[in-house]
């Protein structure tokens, strides 16, 4: 199986650990916006980029969570 081109410059975390860092942190981010946004009670354009970054975030979940899935099957052999 071909290398991920990100994985050949080293500049992301590898393996399991690096792909578990990425769901947590994305899975903060996609709490944390609508949380803040809401609970200070900014006007409607503040509200609509959290909305755009909400949506960016939940979109790189999946595709950590695909990654981590992909990680978890190598390291069991499947």
Same mark, same amino acid.
């Given at each position: ?8 410059? #080293? ?7 690096? $792909?578990? %860092? ?6 903060? @981010?996609? /709490? ?8 200070? #009670?900014?006007?409607?354009a503040h509200i609509a980029? $959290?909305? %755009?970054?909400?949506a960016i975030a939940v979109? @790189?979940? /999946? ?16």
């Amino acid at each position: 199986m071909p290398i991920p081109w990100m994985e050949r410059t #080293g500049r992301t975390p590898g393996g399991v650990i690096g $792909a578990w %860092f990425n769901v947590v942190v994305c899975a903060g @981010l996609v /709490v944390a916006l609508p949380v803040i946004t809401v609970t200070q #009670g900014h006007d409607l354009a503040h509200i609509a980029f $959290a909305v %755009f970054l909400t949506a960016i975030a939940v979109t @790189l979940e /999946v595709v950590f969570i695909r990654n981590l899935r992909q990680q978890l099957a190598r390291r069991r052999g499947r």
